[in-house]
């Protein structure tokens, strides 16, 4: 893989949208990765006393699926120079989690591109917007 | 930033290629960057590299020792927001220092927000490689 490079991206140009379904073992393969071993996340009793209807995703297991969306596009994880993600809603097993994101500005000056990020849920035919207003910056080859 | 930083004391990581590894592995990110010595050099790294989300791995204890503090309850603290700084990578086989400050706790019962920012050091160079800031939000009801 090699990094991108700034000649070869526009403003408009979207990132290869990831989607996965979320499972029960993939939060908990988070919680132990990140080890942040909130309960919440793990026990489904813990998370309904606590006003859910049962486990619910990292915040931070959202983000991290849309920096992997934005390190496949940039073709080096080491690339990324910032990012900043908003969670807006929680992601449950079950749900599809998908991640995008797209250029909104280009710095010929330091080959740096300013990006969109986003991350939306379908749960069953209705979208929720899991990380939104959120923004990436690249530094390109 | 600006504000005053309470902060508390540095701890010192060793960041291991398995860790690394298993992290990329839990966020479905396929780069081989993360998990081969040689294809982290051809990229022109010193060795794997960890996935820009990685540090979280660091900051957990603090962000708990710091609502424990706050006399947050963990367990009913969620997410609000979260920011990466990333100036330089950070690279399997070293050590980093990771120190966190207590930014401000804003709001009022039932809901506040507490934000956090922890910068990770090399310690060798005593540069900063990442900074970061999260958010979290305290509830004191579910």
Known sequence: ???????????????????KVVTREDIAAYAEASLDRNPLHLDDEAARARGFDGIIGHGMFTMAHVAT??????????????????????????????????????????????????????????EEQAVRRSTAEVQLA | MGEER???????????????????????????????????RAAGYEAQIAPPTFSMRMQMGFAHEIADA????????????????QLAPIVAGREYDARAFEVGMRGRPPTRFLAIETDITDPETGEVVQRSRSTLICRDEA
């Open chain 1, 1 to 19: 893989m090699t990094r991108r490079s700034f000649e070869s991206v526009a403003v408009g140009q979207a990132l290869t949208e990831y989607r």
């Open chain 1, 69 to 126: 969306c934005l390190t496949e596009w940039a073709g080096d994880p080491g690339a990324i120079t910032h990012i900043k993600a908003a969670f807006r809603a929680a992601v449950v097993p079950g749900d599809e989690m998908v991640a995008g994101g797209s250029v909104t500005a280009l710095d010929p000056k330091t080959r740096r591109a300013k990006l969109e990020i986003w991350v939306t849920v379908d749960r069953g035919g209705s």
């Open chain 2, 6 to 40: 309470k902060s508390l004391p540095t701890v010192r990581f060793s960041v291991t290629p398995e860790e690394i590894a298993a992290f990329a592995d839990a966020i479905g990110d396929p780069s081989p960057v993360y998990r081969d010595e040689e294809a982290a």
């Open chain 2, 70 to 85: 706050e006399g947050v309850d963990w367990e009913l603290v969620l997410h609000g927001d979260q920011e990466f700084e």
